[in-house]
Nanobody
């Protein structure tokens, strides 16, 4: 059974950087698109970044474009989210997710994903 485990969250000051990791066990992620989402307190979960199955194609929310980078390492069955120039509005719990179908496309809707990690918390102070 697939398990996704996120790590790398923490507390940083505005302008700082964090690198989130999402390690999969129990099943390979190689053929699936992967996404990072976030949920701030009292708000709905929102798409942050996504990648297709081989990492050649990526997509970002406008709010993080140019600051965040999603990547994946098939050998480690891991997906990363490098977050630079963090802002207080980036404060949220960050989740990684696996797409339902084979990953030639990048999906922005929550319903396109069928496996989620438990989340890792990111706090950015001004």
């Amino acid at each position: 059974q697939l398990q996704l485990v996120e790590s790398g969250g923490g507390s940083v000051q505005a302008g700082g950087s964090l690198r989130l990791s999402c390690v999969a066990s129990g099943r390979t992620l190689h053929v699936h698109s992967m996404g990072w989402f976030r949920q701030a307190l009292g708000q709905e979960r929102e798409f942050v970044a996504g990648t297709n199955w081989n990492g050649a194609d990526t997509s970002y929310a406008d709010s993080v474009k140019g600051r965040f980078t999603i990547s994946r390492d098939h050998a480690k069955n891991t997906v990363y989210l490098q977050m630079n120039n963090l802002k207080p509005e980036d404060t949220a719990v960050y989740y990684c997710a696996k797409s339902r179908t084979y990953g030639t496309s990048i999906y922005r809707q929550i319903g396109e994903y069928d496996a989620w990690g438990q989340g890792t918390e990111v706090t950015v102070s001004s």
